[in-house]
C-alpha cells in the first residue's frame, strides 16, 4: 500500500461502526427516484460536519460536496441514492418495511434491492477519511450524491440545474457500483461496461369487433403477435454473433374479454446495446419491423413509437481505467480483476459528459464469499445467488462496506496523491 492510502485508510477502523449503522439506517429507510430527501440530508450532514463545502437540493435531492485542500488535481467521485418499488424479502434484521402512495392509491412497497445505500455509505466513509488525513493529499474532492439513477433522469435533473456551475471542474469521475460477485473482489475494465437501455412503447391499431365475426375486424392481437415474432429475427438475423444485443418485450396489453377483439394493442419492450452504431441499427429495425407488419396487416392507422425511458452506454475511458486498475492491483492484490461487461444501464456519464471530462466506473463484489464459492461448485448460481433489483438482495456489510470505502479512497488517491 502507498504511503498515502497507508494513511487516509487508517482511520476506516474507527470510522467502520458509524459506517456500518448508516448503512443500516439508509436500507431500513429506502426512498424513491427524486425523493431522496432524508438520504441526501444524511449524506449533507456527514460531510457538512468534517468540513465540506455542502450544496443541497440540486436537481431535486442532489447533494455536491467540495473538499479544496491545496493546489493539485480536482476528483469527483459520484453515488446514486435511489431505490425501488420493490417488497423486501430478505429477512434481515434491518430490512425495509417502507411503503409509499402508489398511483392506484395503494401502498407500495420501497426497498434498496439495487445497493445504492451501499453506494451512498462508501463514499461518505471515502469523504470522512480524506477529510481527516489532509496531509496526506493535495487537491480537491468532490462528493457527488446522485438522486433518480433508476428512472435515468437524476444525472440529468442535475446537470438542468447548474451542476457544472456549483463544482469546480474534474479531472475525472469515478464511480463504482456493488454487483452479485464475492465480496471484497473489485473489477475495472477498459471501454464498453455498461449497456445502453431504451425502452419503448408501442401502441398498434386495428378495428374492434365481434370475436365471432373477425372478417369486420382488424385484429390488434394478431398483429402484436406478428411483431413479437419478428422482432426476435433482429438480433438472429441483423445482428453480428460477436455483438451483443438484448431485445425484450416484456409487456403486452390489448382487450377486455374473449369474444370482443379489441381496437388497439400496447407493446412495451427494452433494448440493450454497447455502442451507437448498433443502438442505432436496432431501433431502426424495430420502427421497421412495426410499421411493415401493421400495413400488412391492413392497420387502419400509423402505430405510435414511444420512447419511455432511455440511458447511454458506459464506455470507460482508457487512460483513467488504467490508472484506477494499477492502483487496485497494488492494493487489493488477486482480488483486483478485470470486470466483465454488464447488461445493466447507468446514466452516470452524462456527468463526464456535462463537464466534458473521463470517467470510469467499477465494480465492487458484494455476496457472502463462501455462499459465493459454493453456488460455483454446485453450478447454482443463477438459483442460489440474489442478483440487483431481486426482493432478496442484500449486500453482506464487511468486507462489501469496507472494500467499497477502500475502493473509492485508492481510486481517488490514484490522482490526489500524486
Given at each position: 500500500?502507498?504511503?498515502p492510502?497507508r494513511?487516509?485508510?487508517?482511520?476506516?477502523?474507527?470510522?467502520?461502526?458509524?459506517?456500518?449503522?448508516?448503512?443500516?439506517?439508509?436500507?431500513?429507510?429506502?426512498?424513491?427516484?427524486?425523493?431522496?430527501?432524508?438520504?441526501?440530508?444524511?449524506?449533507?450532514?456527514?460531510?457538512?460536519?468534517?468540513g465540506?463545502?455542502?450544496?443541497e437540493?440540486?436537481?431535486?435531492t442532489?447533494?455536491?460536496?467540495?473538499?479544496?485542500?491545496?493546489?493539485?488535481?480536482?476528483?469527483?467521485a459520484?453515488?446514486?441514492?435511489?431505490a425501488l418499488?420493490?417488497r423486501?424479502q430478505?429477512?434481515?434484521p434491518?430490512a425495509?418495511?417502507?411503503?409509499?402512495?402508489?398511483?392506484?392509491?395503494?401502498?407500495?412497497?420501497?426497498?434498496?434491492?439495487?445497493?445504492?445505500?451501499?453506494?451512498?455509505?462508501?463514499?461518505?466513509g471515502?469523504?470522512?477519511?480524506?477529510?481527516?488525513?489532509?496531509d496526506?493529499?493535495?487537491?480537491?474532492?468532490?462528493?457527488?450524491?446522485?438522486?433518480?439513477e433508476e428512472?435515468?433522469?437524476?444525472a440529468?435533473?442535475?446537470v438542468?440545474?447548474?451542476?457544472?456551475d456549483?463544482?469546480p471542474?474534474?479531472?475525472?469521475?469515478?464511480?463504482?457500483?456493488?454487483?452479485?460477485?464475492?465480496?471484497?473482489?473489485v473489477?475495472?475494465?477498459?471501454?464498453?461496461?455498461?449497456?445502453?437501455?431504451?425502452?419503448?412503447?408501442?401502441?398498434?391499431?386495428?378495428?374492434?369487433?365481434?370475436?365471432?365475426?373477425?372478417q369486420?375486424?382488424?385484429?390488434?392481437?394478431?398483429?402484436a403477435?406478428?411483431?413479437?415474432?419478428?422482432?426476435?429475427?433482429?438480433?438472429?438475423?441483423?445482428v453480428?454473433a460477436?455483438?451483443?444485443?438484448?431485445?425484450?418485450?416484456?409487456?403486452?396489453?390489448?382487450?377486455?374479454?374473449?369474444n370482443?377483439?379489441?381496437?388497439?394493442?400496447?407493446l412495451?419492450?427494452?433494448v440493450?446495446?454497447?455502442d451507437?452504431?448498433t443502438?442505432?441499427?436496432?431501433?431502426?429495425?424495430?420502427?421497421?419491423?412495426?410499421?411493415?407488419?401493421?400495413?400488412?396487416s391492413?392497420?387502419?392507422?400509423?402505430?405510435?413509437?414511444?420512447k419511455a425511458?432511455?440511458?447511454?452506454?458506459?464506455?470507460?475511458?482508457?487512460?483513467?481505467?488504467?490508472r484506477?486498475?494499477?492502483?487496485?492491483?497494488?492494493?487489493f492484490?488477486d482480488?483486483?480483476?478485470?470486470?466483465?461487461?454488464?447488461t445493466?444501464?447507468?446514466?452516470m456519464?452524462?456527468?463526464?459528459?456535462?463537464f466534458?471530462?473521463?470517467?470510469?466506473y467499477?465494480?465492487v463484489g458484494?455476496?457472502?464469499?463462501e455462499?459465493?464459492?459454493?453456488?460455483?461448485?454446485?453450478g447454482?448460481?443463477?438459483a442460489?445467488?440474489?442478483?440487483?433489483?431481486?426482493p432478496?438482495?442484500?449486500?453482506?456489510i464487511?468486507?462489501?462496506?469496507?472494500?467499497?470505502?477502500?475502493?473509492?479512497?485508492?481510486?481517488?488517491?490514484?490522482?490526489?496523491?500524486?
Open positions: 500500500m502507498s504511503d492510502s494513511a487516509v485508510l487508517a482511520g476506516l477502523d474507527s470510522a467502520r461502526p458509524d459506517l456500518e449503522d448508516l448503512y443500516r439506517d439508509l436500507h431500513r429507510h429506502p426512498e424513491l427516484g427524486l425523493h431522496e430527501r432524508r438520504t441526501a440530508a444524511k449524506a449533507a450532514e456527514a460531510l457538512r460536519d468534517c465540506y463545502q455542502v450544496t437540493g440540486v436537481g431535486g442532489g447533494v455536491v460536496a467540495v473538499l479544496a485542500n491545496g493546489d493539485g488535481p480536482v476528483v469527483m459520484r453515488a446514486d441514492m435511489d418499488p420493490v423486501e430478505t429477512g434481515l434491518y425495509s418495511t417502507a411503503t409509499v402512495p402508489g398511483a392506484d392509491g395503494t401502498d407500495q412497497p420501497v426497498m434498496h434491492a439495487c445497493g445504492h445505500d451501499m453506494h451512498v455509505t462508501c463514499l461518505v471515502c469523504a470522512r477519511l480524506l477529510a481527516g488525513a489532509k496526506a493529499w493535495r487537491g480537491t474532492f468532490v462528493a457527488l450524491f446522485q438522486p433518480s428512472n435515468g433522469d437524476g440529468d435533473a442535475m438542468a440545474d447548474g451542476l457544472t456549483l463544482a471542474r474534474p479531472d475525472v469521475v469515478l464511480a463504482q457500483h456493488v454487483l452479485p460477485y464475492p465480496a471484497g473482489y473489477g475495472t475494465r477498459a471501454g464498453s461496461v455498461l449497456s445502453a437501455a431504451d425502452s419503448l412503447r408501442v401502441t398498434v391499431y386495428g378495428r374492434g369487433a365481434h370475436g365471432s365475426m373477425p369486420a375486424a382488424v385484429d390488434p392481437v394478431v398483429m403477435a406478428m411483431i413479437v415474432v419478428r422482432l426476435q429475427t433482429v438480433v438472429s438475423r441483423e453480428a460477436t455483438d451483443p444485443v438484448v431485445l425484450t418485450v416484456g409487456s403486452i396489453h390489448a382487450g377486455s374479454g374473449p370482443v377483439i379489441p381496437d388497439r394493442a400496447v412495451q419492450l427494452n440493450r446495446t454497447y451507437d452504431a443502438r442505432a441499427r436496432v431501433l431502426d429495425a424495430v420502427e421497421r419491423i412495426v410499421r411493415a407488419e401493421c400495413q400488412a391492413g392497420a387502419p392507422r400509423e402505430p405510435e413509437i414511444e425511458a432511455a440511458f447511454p452506454p458506459t464506455v470507460n475511458d482508457e487512460a483513467p481505467t488504467r484506477v486498475a494499477a492502483a487496485f492491483s497494488a492494493y492484490g482480488s483486483a480483476q478485470t470486470l466483465d461487461r454488464q445493466a444501464s447507468e446514466d456519464s452524462e456527468i463526464p459528459k456535462a466534458g471530462v473521463p470517467f470510469t467499477w465494480g458484494c455476496t457472502d464469499p455462499r459465493y464459492e459454493r453456488a460455483v461448485r454446485e447454482t448460481t443463477a442460489d445467488i440474489p442478483v440487483n433489483h431481486s432478496a438482495f442484500a449486500p453482506v464487511q468486507p462489501t462496506l469496507d472494500t467499497g470505502v477502500s475502493a473509492m479512497a485508492v481510486a481517488a488517491l490514484a490522482w490526489l496523491a500524486g
